[in-house]
């Protein structure tokens, strides 16, 4: 159930009878940190909270990327965007602090809202090369994944793959880094008959972040595991 100051923010959007899913995607995501490869090991563990959330990340767009604490996980909603008035992709975009990865697993719940405009709604997994101008963006929204490369703020679209979350629900998404063939999987509540792969050559040791664009949502119990995590502090929100 949200709180009361997110009903205020967002009066349109129904309370969220999470009491039960919550012990249930708990658990679930136990089993899937069981299921890693050896020598894989926890960087990254936020439960979302606001104030932790804010103190691991460059949040490089403050002023279009608001947050909300709530009881169920954390609002992340824009309050503009600059991208519809310029034509430049400019996400919401936070990335985790310091910290480069070649290979890694990243995991976290997200929640759906279905009355939400589904063209526009969902999370950007993001894999920076050094600069917020450019940048891979993988955009969940409408049933599907689109893979862009950002190019110095113009975006060029690779790919777009099927990827269906439970509506009004909560969702585990898996999101896995092969840098040795240059491939990101995406997998959703465990289906790996949906799961959904996209390669390029230019994939290789990278920034790790999410965001909004256009849209609000809510996200909890992010996890980031790797073999290994090589401290970098040259990404710099411009």
């Known amino acids: 159930m949200l709180l009361s ?11 969220i ?4 899913i919550i012990y249930c995607f708990l658990f679930i995501g136990h089993l899937h940190a069981q299921n890693l490869p050896i020598g894989y090991i926890n960087y990254y563990a936020q439960k979302a909270t606001t104030e932790k959330l804010l103190g691991t990340i460059n949040t490089c767009t403050p002023q279009f990327w608001n947050i909300n604490n709530t009881n169920s996980g954390t609002i992340l909603y824009p309050a503009g965007n600059d991208s519809i008035f310029s034509g430049v992709f400019s996400l919401n975009m936070g990335v985790i602090r310091d910290m480069v990865f070649g290979e890694y697993i990243m995991e976290f719940d997200f929640y759906t809202f279905s009355h939400l405009n589904q063209d526009s709604s969902g999370f950007c997994f993001l894999s920076p090369v050094k600069s917020p101008e450019t940048y891979y963006a993988f955009i969940f929204g409408n049933g599907e994944v689109t893979f862009y490369f950002i190019d110095k703020g113009y975006p060029v679209k690779i790919d777009s793959k099927s990827l269906i979350p439970l509506k009004s629900s909560w969702n585990t998404l898996r999101i896995t880094r092969d840098i040795l063939n240059r491939s990101i999987s995406f997998v959703v509540n465990g289906d790996t008959g949906q799961k959904i792969i996209f390669s390029h050559p230019r994939l290789v040791m990278g920034f790790v972040g999410f965001g909004t664009w256009n849209a609000q949502s809510v996200i909890r119990n992010i996890n980031i595991w790797a073999p290994t995590a090589i401290a970098d502090s040259t990404f710099l929100c411009k």
Do not use: A, D, E, Y
């Open 17 to 20: 009878p999470c009491n039960k």
């Open 5 to 15: 100051k997110f009903q205020i923010l967002f009066s349109s959007v129904k309370k």
